[in-house]
């Protein structure tokens, strides 16, 4: 097949490394033997292994941004129980989501791919996996694209937002946001595309101003009332108030339904899989680079959630406030002055423009994954790698413009762009699922061990209570916002998931007969370079 062929064809690039290896079509069990490719992908090795350890846990850190994240929601989140519940809910999410998290960091191990849950699911799906991995693979560029969108937005509204606090005559409107919006959006495409070298000092440093504005906020936050004398929130307001706004009868399934924007801020367990062909030992760095995000990420948004809404004076006001950030009104009480909130939105802003710079990297990376396998349209072009700037240039670029389109969706009906980036989460978790429940059933056979695995029941137990996870709280996060509904506040995840899944069914068929899907790679490890596994 023409997949095959072009494999074949990279690896006689190699024909003068003394190791040999074969590749395994897990869809129809052919073998072949050729040159080696030189990474765990099977393909040749066509990006420079530029970033470190430190990097990629910079980028998980910015690009989870879980403290940041959930700040951009949590008016949103607070009708969902309040501040307990907001509180409750994160920590109800991450524990699910470490589970997800060990079972991908399992796969990143075992396969090291920038692929990552594409190529992962094509392997554990077995004669099954070409359309499998397929849907999994455009799920979860979607859900990136949707990411990029999304966090860019919230960085659109703090500015707005900030110039709001000194011009309280200024009324805000959705092109004002849509500018910010754009200009972002561009400037970190660009930097993508263009300064592929500069990437991983870049996420470094993202790394160090989301965790100096961490510390930052939560001193400033735990201390400025205290200065400017006014009481804190009692234990009550933080820990025991329930607040259901929602309009359910049933605070438990409140509660469910609010574990959501948890599950937005701390969502991204697979973001630094998607570096596997740019890290060295990926199958060590990858797992321990998603230990050190989840175990950041939750410390870091338990923290901020408790000084936050124990410097909350009148909550009422921050409900009804009128900056679409709704984090402005809250610092605004904590510190006593514009100036302070201001500083604060500031502090959050800086890491949040390296978390946009990561979601077009972590997008452009699956999407030149995806092409190289034939399993898009103009894949002869997207699959390229610029020789200038060491990068899938074309892939970056088509990354960056789907978001502004959705930008553009924004002016016109803020619903509609909701409706999209709402379905981040879900279209993530399906991703995820496509690639550990194969896994699941098929006994956990049929892949490598990697540096990280799971032996005995406690593999089946992660595995299982991940996949009973994601099947019951995909259908609970398509249950509408609040109650009653009307079409501004309805949940269009359900619609936004089932048209994308036709539109791939669409290309699924125009493309299969030439996609083959990723390789296995049946080789002893020494055969391959030390810094590809």
């Known amino acids: ?164 606090l000194f011009h309280p005559e200024y009324t805000i409107q959705r092109w004002h946001v849509f500018i910010a919006y754009l200009i972002c959006s561009i400037g970190c495409c660009l930097t993508v595309a263009f300064a592929n070298r500069a990437l991983p000092m870049i996420e470094s440093v993202g790394g160090a101003l989301t965790v100096a504005g961490f510390l930052i906020t939560v001193i400033v936050c735990a201390v400025m009332p205290h200065v400017n004398g006014q009481p804190y929130a009692t234990d009550d307001f933080v820990w025991r108030d329930w607040l259901n706004e929602a309009g359910y009868s049933s605070n438990g399934f409140v509660f469910c339904l609010g574990m959501l924007n948890g599950a937005f801020a701390v969502g991204t367990p697979d973001v630094i899989s998607h570096l596997a062909e740019e890290v060295p030992q990926p199958g060590k760095n990858i797992p321990i680079g998603m230990l050190a995000q989840y175990v950041m990420g939750f410390f870091t948004a338990f923290l901020y959630l408790i000084v936050i809404f124990y410097g909350i004076t009148d909550l009422d006001a921050v409900l009804d406030a009128p900056y ?17 909130s201001l500083g604060l939105i500031i502090v959050s802003l800086l890491p949040l423009v390296v978390a946009i710079i990561g979601c077009y990297l972590t997008s452009s990376r699956v999407l030149w994954t995806l092409a190289r396998d034939g399993a898009t349209p103009f894949s002869g072009y997207l699959r390229r790698v610029d020789p200038t700037h060491k990068n899938p240039l074309a ?41 550990i429940l194969p896994h699941l059933l098929r006994g956990r056979q ?21 996949c009973a996870f994601i099947i019951v709280f995909i259908v609970i996060f ?21 048209g994308f899944t036709i539109l791939i069914a669409g290309i699924w068929v125009a493309k299969k007969g030439d996609y083959q899907g990723p390789t296995v790679v049946a080789i002893e490890s020494e055969a391959l370079a030390k810094d590809a596994i």
């Open 1 to 164: 097949m023409e997949q095959q062929q072009q494999q074949q064809h990279e690896a006689k690039h190699y024909a003068g490394d003394p190791a040999a290896i074969e590749l395994h079509s897990p869809s129809d069990g052919r073998r072949s033997s050729v040159s080696a490719p030189i990474n765990a992908s099977g393909h040749k090795q066509e990006l420079d292994r530029n970033f470190g350890f430190i990097n990629i846990c910079g980028l998980a850190l910015t690009s989870g941004n879980t403290w940041i994240a959930l700040g951009g929601s949590i008016v949103t989140a607070i009708y969902d129980g309040g501040p307990p519940g907001v509180i409750y809910e994160m920590i109800a999410a991450s524990f699910f989501y470490w589970f997800i998290a060990a079972s991908l960091a399992e796969l990143a191990s075992s396969m090291p791919s920038s692929g990552g849950v594409y190529h992962w699911a094509t392997i554990t799906a077995g004669r099954y996996g070409r359309p499998v991995g397929f849907f999994a693979g455009w799920w979860n560029f979607l859900a990136w694209i949707f990411g990029a969108a999304s966090t860019t937005q919230i960085l659109g509204t703090q500015v707005v937002s900030a110039y709001a």
């Open 478 to 498: 398509c249950f509408p916002f609040s109650m009653p509904v009307d079409a501004e506040t309805m949940n269009y995840t359900c619609l936004i998931t089932g």
């Open 446 to 466: 049929g892949i490598p061990r990697g540096w990280f695995w799971m032996s005995g029941p406690v593999g089946f137990i992660v595995n299982g209570v991940t």
């Open 395 to 435: 892939a970056v670029l088509v990354s960056g413009v789907i978001p502004l389109v959705l930008g553009c969706i924004y002016v016109g009906n803020s619903t509609a762009f909701s409706a999209f980036v709402s379905s981040f989460v879900v279209l993530t978790t399906i991703s995820y699922l496509a690639a």
């Open 324 to 340: 679409l950030y709704p984090l402005t009104e809250i610092y605004v009480q904590i510190t006593g002055s514009r100036g302070g």
